[in-house]
């Protein structure tokens, strides 16, 4: 069970707002998160991933406290069962694909990193640094960094924006492969039609 209570004053170009989440969800499956531009969806990764301390937030992994700010529990992000694609990628620019996403790996399983190299079109690019590949082949080095963790709770904001049909297909499959090996997906994707092919349950921001 993942319980996630959370409060946090977002400063945007029109004034603040307060983001809100209060959810109880069963671990597993991919979650929809959705919700207006500029809600604060990125935002709320953040917070969960550990990089950024809300004004107010309890957030349990099953049974663990990850964020108690109440009771001054706050669970550094390397601690935690979690894996964040950030929508600009945020890639290291001095390492090749393959350093980008080796380094992401706890413990180290070369197979896993050859399958996806493999898988996503990358092999031939192993050994280039990000900044001479496209913002497709980008999007999928971080797709394959956040990936390579099997962490338990996968957390990707646009993963596929920037890719064409085939390898958006390609991206999903793996994703669904994720949660079919018990990992907890949320996930940003602008097409709601395309996830409607898959079995998600929705998480809205208001
Ligand atoms: N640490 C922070 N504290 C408060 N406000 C923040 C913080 N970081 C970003 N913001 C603000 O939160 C707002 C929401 O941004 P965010 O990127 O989370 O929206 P989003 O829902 O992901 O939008 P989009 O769908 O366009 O990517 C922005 O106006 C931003 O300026």
């Keep these: 069970m993942i319980e996630i209570h959370l409060k946090h004053q ?4 029109s004034g603040s ?4 989440v209060n959810e109880q969800l069963e671990t597993g499956g991919i979650i929809h998160v959705s919700g207006d531009s500029g809600i604060g969806k990125t935002v709320f990764f953040k917070i969960m991933a550990g990089l950024l301390t809300p004004n107010f937030g309890v957030i349990n992994i099953n049974n663990e406290t990850v964020l108690d700010t109440e009771n001054r529990i706050f669970l550094p992000p390397q601690k935690r069962n979690t894996a964040l694609m950030f929508q600009n990628y945020a890639l290291f620019p001095n390492m090749t694909v393959r ?3 080796t380094f992401a790996q706890k413990e180290k399983n070369t197979e ?3 399958r996806l190299l493999e898988k996503f079109n990358l092999k031939n690019f192993e ?9 497709g082949q980008q999007q999928r080095i971080a797709l394959a960094r956040a990936l390579v963790q099997d962490a338990e709770i996968i957390l990707l904001d646009e993963p596929l924006s920037a890719v064409d049909p085939l390898m958006r297909k390609i991206m999903m499959t793996e994703i669904v492969e994720h949660q079919n090996n018990g990992a907890t997906v949320f996930m940003t994707n602008h097409s709601e039609e395309e996830l409607s092919a898959f079995p998600c349950r929705k998480l809205m921001i208001k």
Excluded: A, H, R, W
Excluded at 127 to 135: M, R, T
């Design 112 to 114: 896993k990193i050859d």
């Design 17 to 20: 707002k307060m983001l809100e």
């Design 10 to 13: 977002i400063f945007t170009s």
């Design 127 to 135: 050994n280039v640094f990000p900044s001479k590949l496209s913002g």
């Design 99 to 101: 350093q980008n996403i």
